[in-house]
């Protein structure tokens, strides 16, 4: 089993920038992908960004050049850095562990951006 724990969402005007964090515990295998998720209501679960434990990165088109992802594979954690944030960012975000098929979610945290 493995366990993920989010924090760093809240509240953000337009064009402010947020940082989430995600840390993982449990029976984690080395060569894992982590990955950013998020679900809009009303909208289904899309992939923000993905980075595997080489460092290798993939962006949805949507948040590229806006957000950069990040992780420390000694620590076992991740980051989602986010900046010129949009209304339509808002959305309930998922970190991901990914190795082989075997995947994992966190409890996911809220961003919301709003003047």
């Known amino acids: 089993q493995v366990q993920l724990a989010e924090s760093g969402g809240g509240l953000v005007q337009p064009g402010g920038s947020l940082r989430l964090s995600c840390a993982a515990s449990?029976?984690?295998?080395?060569?894992?992908?982590m990955g950013w998720y998020r679900q809009a209501p009303g909208k289904q679960r899309e992939l923000v960004a993905r980075?595997?434990?080489?460092?290798?990165?993939m962006y949805a088109d949507a948040v590229k050049g806006r957000f950069t992802i990040s992780r420390d594979n000694a620590k076992n954690t991740g980051s989602l850095q986010m900046s010129s944030l949009k209304p339509e960012d808002t959305a309930v975000y998922y970190c991901?562990?990914?190795?082989?098929?075997?995947?994992?979610w966190g409890q996911g945290t809220q961003v919301t951006v709003s003047s």
């Open positions: 980075i595997t434990s080489g460092g290798s990165t």
């Open positions: 991901n562990y990914n190795y082989l098929g075997m995947v994992y």
């Open positions: 449990g029976s984690i295998r080395r060569n894992y992908a």
